[in-house]
């Protein structure tokens, strides 16, 4: 007779039965919550992109497909001088960012663990951790005392505000970059007599570049859109894209805006597919 031995099954019968991995998609009512998020995210943005097409000056009632309002702001000389404006401030902040950001990251994983690491730690990440409309405050009344004791009120004042503000979204990717990049390589240069500055140059740098690349663009794009800072401390006649688009929202809304926020979405779009594609390279 074919069969198990006696007593299998009840020793099967023991042993403890395997379960599936938990898997958020098997929850009840998953896949409707995720629907449901994205038309509420993607929804109003695919009705601003395809309102900025049309000809009419209605944001509710379509009439006939146009360029009208992208040529009226690509010839807007307030645009072009907030756009330049904006393009200069975020890639000066996002870079000096970047490079602060980068020093602080080697600092904090290359050495050995001191007394006051979490505080550097907390104090990098302040802005974080803060509501942004109070350091627009504190960066108004500090930047005020300097603009009356000097009487320079230039556009320094707005690149050190950004600079400040983006440096913690630029640390922590390279910081993340960094903590997982195998120390080995920098060993094996440090004992073959390779200078901290040439190993760092020849070592580290090549593979934490997608971390310093990652960390730059976080910074430019949080430069770019940033409204609160920007409308505490910038002076008469620094307007940004964005305040410029504020402001022309509190005067009359037009399907110019709409324009001007599709070529910044298209934009922002373009530099997330560059970059993904030069680190899929790298890797």
Avoid at 136 to 141: F, R, W
Wanted: glycine content about 4%; hydrophobic content about 55%; aromatic content about 10%.
């Amino acid at each position: 007779m074919c069969g198990f031995p006696v007593g299998s099954a009840s020793i099967m019968a023991d042993l403890p039965i395997p379960r599936r991995p938990f898997s958020v998609k098997r929850v009840p009512g998953f896949t409707t919550l995720a629907l449901v998020t994205y038309v509420v995210l993607y929804a109003p943005i695919i009705i601003l992109i395809v309102f900025s097409f049309n000809e009419g000056t209605s944001l509710a009632i379509w009439e006939r497909t146009s360029l009208k309002w992208y040529a009226l702001a690509w010839k807007n000389d307030a645009v072009q001088e907030a756009a330049i404006r904006s393009l200069v401030i975020a890639t000066i902040a996002a870079s000096v960012a970047t490079t602060i950001a980068t020093m602080a990251a080697l600092a904090t994983t290359r050495k050995k663990p001191f007394r006051g690491m979490t505080g550097i730690y907390a104090l990098i990440n302040q802005p974080l951790m803060v509501p942004e409309i109070v350091t627009a405050v504190a960066l108004l009344i500090f930047f005020a005392m300097i603009k009356v004791a000097t009487g320079y009120t230039g556009i320094v004042f707005l690149i050190a505000a950004h600079t400040a503000f983006c440096t913690p979204f630029a640390y922590l990717p390279i910081r993340a970059r960094l903590e997982s990049m195998d120390l080995s390589l920098e060993t094996a240069a440090a004992d073959l007599y390779a200078t901290p500055w040439r190993a760092f140059r020849r070592v580290t740098l090549p593979l934490l570049w997608p971390g310093v690349i990652a960390g730059l663009m976080l910074a430019f794009v949080i430069s770019l859109d940033d409204v609160v800072i920007t409308e505490f401390v910038k002076s008469a006649g620094q307007e940004t894209l964005p305040t410029y688009m504020l402001g022309q929202l509190r005067r009359v809304v037009t399907p110019e805006v709409n324009a001007i926020s599709t070529a910044l979405l298209v934009a922002g779009v373009v530099l997330v597919t560059l970059f993904f594609l030069l680190n899929r390279r790298r890797v």
